[in-house]
């Protein structure tokens, strides 16, 4: 926190700068820019501040102004980090958007924004205290090593230390050092993104002639002895006369040469090693090739499109699966970039896998950078500066990608827009990488966005029917592909006597044969990780528990573990009733596990493969699990959510779904609408290529008005009930929700502290306000919860009023000593 001192007006031409440092500070602070700077400091550079005692950080200049801060005499700038702005202000004006309509700081908005590698990191440095003078009588050994070293060289850090004293316990050393006075503390800021250096291998210039280099070969006594390194020395004049410049690791590779035969001729002057700075982002030629035309009704539903952007923003396009979607996109992009535009791409995490990357660089090559989580913080950076630099034309990233520098976007296409995963819930700032996109396409000049998706959000099909958006439907199946037969199987009407019957209905299995025997493949999906999702006791109907969370433990045969899918904690299987001490547990519920387990005893030749959390951790078992099916190595695929997004595979005749009464049941408003896209899109698997794509849902309701509508994807009738729900009960798009999640480590402090709160705002929300309620997991890593809603009109001042009337009652919560310690969390458009 800044010290309050007093502030006296002085030359009013001093220039002074609001700096985003990336911590939850409730505002932006102001820091002196000190003469010497002036010629240089520029909105969007990263500087050097002091805040507090001796703590550093790496902030943005956010403004430069001439308003001297009120109350305090302001600090002075350190230093400045970048030549060049690291964003353009365009991202500064939607970082301060975020933060004020997610209720968040600034400062975390730029935490999230910026790649790891830009925020900088503290180091200590160990400082010689001058005063202390040179007198180390009083000093033990140890002591004295390291106090003689700071005399000479002033400064050190703690790997030095280390180096100095040949251990790594150094903290008593240096606690000592800094009772007795020789030294003190500096957090250092240290720059820890590294470029990527690799060593090629270079003839030595000595034989850069043909002569010298004939004399070498035929003469050279060295070589004529060492054979190998002779054979190696030809590998690389072959490959540089073939292939031009190679590294180290490549002319290994190709050669078969060791790595001691290399140095020998290193060694001898003959080679030379070389360490360059290398891009790691590869990249491919800087080619349009667009090599497919557009079906009619493509060509038709493209030229629809074009029109809304000139009368409209933002654009719907409702496209049911597979009807060549990301055909209609990649013709789009083409023209956004030829006129010079930058475009950005976003899809949800998961479909961003590699088939849709390699689609996508099919046509663009080089002029596309992706972004997402699996990328290290170094390769981000890379990828920020060349989207910065505008060499970048196309990103195709997960929703952070929108934080990248544009400096000239054209285009926002946002693919399955109705996706969750477009919301981020955890940390703040909790936002909706579609609703933010659309804010920030319009602070660029003439900026479009493209809505995508099978089956719309409610939010967005009624923005488009009230005209606030433009709207083009493309309902047939690209090819004149039919839409997939949907076929109901009544559970109840199946009295299974093998347990796996219920899992796997005889009708289900009938159907799973016939596509074996077509040579066909199969897609089963369960809304469900794990084997079963508990254990639970036969006598007595206990089922564990996770000790944090309260909630019921799924059971993982492969580890043999109940795992708390909240926590993560994971336990031994249970042997023993904790209620009655039965030792006879059942599986209640089936997980994808469980299904792979009992397809293998049914089809023991068919070749299966499980999709889920678990079986996809590793950086690449996501690709090359799809990989694998597209080349057809796997024959029935088993999976969760992940099957769902965006995967084109040409062979698959039919798709199961095991458990619709699972997804019939969510505790949600939107239940029936998420439950129409899962299963909608799910289905979309379904006959893609050929036609005749069959689904089967099992289920015990064949007669649940969303299963019929699935079943005549009809989307339509689905918004029209859906619609008139919300506008009774006052749900979105008809309002705006906020929710408020209250946690404590005990109870009935975070019960009163919801209680009191609600109590505070009924003034003002009487109407709005559902709860205070424990949500149905009531605690999450040890930590009670209790949850407020506000349902508010879609008014933007009323909105704003109400956020800073929440933001009052948190900050008066926090000065009564028994709820300090409550954190209080506001999610806007949380669910
Ligand atoms: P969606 O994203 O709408 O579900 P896709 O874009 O994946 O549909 O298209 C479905 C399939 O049809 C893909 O295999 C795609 O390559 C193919 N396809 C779509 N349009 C064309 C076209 N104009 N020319 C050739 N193939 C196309
Ligand atoms: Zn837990
Ligand atoms: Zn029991």
Redesign the pocket.
């Known amino acids: 926190m800044q010290e309050l001192e007093l502030y006296e007006p002085t030359n009013t031409r001093k220039v002074f700068a609001e700096i985003i440092i990336p911590l939850a500070l409730p505002i932006n602070y102001t820091w002196l820019v000190p003469q010497h700077m002036l010629p240089i400091i520029k909105v969007g550079c990263r500087v050097e501040v002091n805040l507090g005692k001796n703590k550093r950080y790496a902030g943005i200049v956010k403004q430069l102004h001439q308003e001297a801060p009120e109350f305090f005499e302001a600090k002075e700038v350190l230093n400045i980090l970048d030549v060049q702005p690291v964003v353009y202000p365009q991202q500064l004006l939607l970082w301060e958007w975020m933060s004020a309509y997610y209720m968040c700081t600034q400062g975390e908005v730029m935490a999230a924004a910026l790649p790891a590698h830009f925020k900088l990191s503290s180091e200590s440095v160990l400082v010689f205290n001058e005063e202390a003078g040179e007198d180390f009588t009083e000093l033990d050994n140890e002591e004295y090593l390291v106090a003689e070293a700071l005399l000479i060289r002033k400064e050190l850090k703690l790997p030095e230390v280390q180096l100095i004293l040949d251990s790594s316990h150094v903290y008593p050393v240096i606690n000592r050092l800094i009772q007795k006075r020789i030294c003190y503390v500096w957090e250092a800021l240290k720059e820890t993104y590294t470029p990527k250096k690799e060593d090629y291998i270079l003839l030595s210039t000595e034989y850069s002639s043909e002569a010298a280099l004939e004399l070498l070969l035929n003469e050279d006594k060295r070589l004529q002895r060492a054979e190998k390194q002779m054979e190696l020395l030809l590998a690389y004049l072959h490959f540089q006369k073939t292939e031009g410049e190679i590294t180290k690791s490549a002319l290994l590779k190709k050669s078969g040469a060791t790595d001691a035969q290399l140095k020998g001729l290193i060694e001898k002057g003959i080679l030379v090693a070389e360490r360059r700075v290398v891009d790691r982002i590869k990249r491919g030629a800087k080619n349009i090739e667009i090599n ?4 009619e009704a ?1 060509t038709t539903a493209f030229e629809e499109i074009k029109t809304s952007l000139t009368e409209k923003p933002i654009c719907l396009l409702h ?10 996109y990649i013709r789009l992009i083409e023209d956004y970039i030829r006129s010079g535009k930058q475009v950005l791409y976003m899809l949800p995490e998961i479909a961003l896998t590699s088939q849709t990357i390699r ?1 996508l660089q099919k046509h663009f090559g080089g002029h596309i950078g992706v972004y997402h989580s699996r990328f290290s913080q170094n390769e981000r950076i890379e990828i920020w500066n060349k989207v910065k630099d505008g060499e970048l034309k196309i990103v195709l990233g997960a929703r952070s990608a929108l934080f990248l520098p544009f400096g000239n976007l054209g285009l926002i296409i946002c ?1 399955e827009e109705h996706d969750t995963s477009y919301k981020q819930m955890e940390p703040a700032p909790r936002y909706h990488a579609r609703d933010t996109a659309i804010y920030m396409s319009s602070l660029y000049e003439d900026c479009k966005v493209l809505l ?1 998706s ?1 089956t719309p959000s409610l939010e967005s099909y009624y923005n488009a029917s009230k005209e606030k958006y433009g709207l083009v439907k ?1 309902m047939q ?3 004149n592909v039919e839409m997939p037969v949907l076929e109901m199987i009544d559970t109840r009407r199946l009295k299974p006597k093998d347990p796996n019957a219920a899992i796997l209905s005889e009708p289900l299995c009938n159907a799973i044969q016939a596509s074996m025997d077509a040579a066909k493949q199969v897609i089963l999906f369960q809304n469900r990780r794990g084997y079963t999702p508990y254990q639970r006791c036969n006598v007595c109907g206990w089922i564990p528990q996770c000790k944090h969370c309260d909630v019921s433990l799924t059971f993982h045969k492969f580890y043999n573990k109940l795992v708390c899918h909240y926590c993560g904690t994971s336990y031994a299987p249970m042997q023993t009733c904790a209620a009655c001490g039965s030792h006879d547990f059942v599986q209640r519920q089936f997980g994808t596990e469980r299904i792979e387990e009992v397809l293998q005893e049914i089809f023991p030749l068919a070749k299966t493969a499980r999709m889920d959390m678990d079986s996809v951790r590793g950086k690449n078992a996501h690709d090359q699990l799809i990989q694998s099916f597209e080349q057809l190595n796997i024959d029935i695929l088993v999976g969760t959510q992940m099957v769902v997004k ?1 995967l ?1 595979f ?1 062979n698959v005749d039919l798709v199961g779904i095991l458990d619709a009464d699972g997804i019939l049941s969510f505790a949600d408003f939107r239940v029936n609408e998420r439950a129409f896209q899962l299963m909608e899109q799910v289905s ?1 698997r379904a006959g ?2 050929h036609g005749k794509g069959k689904v089967l849902v099992q289920t015990s309701q064949p007669k649940h008005p969303v299963l019929m509508q699935v079943q005549q994807h009809d989307y339509d009738a689905l918004y029209n009930d859906e619609i008139a729900k919300r506008e009774q009960f006052f749900y979105p798009p008809f309002s705006r929700i906020i929710k408020l999640t209250f946690k404590n480590k005990i109870r009935e402090v975070v019960q009163d502290a919801a209680q009191i709160f609600t109590g505070a705002l009924s003034n003002r929300y009487k109407d709005h306000i559902t709860g205070p309620a424990e949500p149905v997991i009531n605690r999450l890593r040890n930590q009670y919860l209790m949850e407020i809603l506000l349902k508010l009109p879609r008014n933007a001042k009323a909105l704003e009023q109400c956020k800073k009337d929440i933001l009052y009652q948190i900050a008066v919560l926090h000065q009564e000593p028994r709820y300090k310690s409550v954190t209080v969390i506001p999610d806007v458009d949380g669910i």
């Open positions: 497919f035309s557009l079906s493509q496209g049911v699966t597979s009807s060549g979607k990301t055909e209609i689609r693919d995508g099978a493309l199946r690209y090819g965006g084109d040409g979309g893609r290529k």
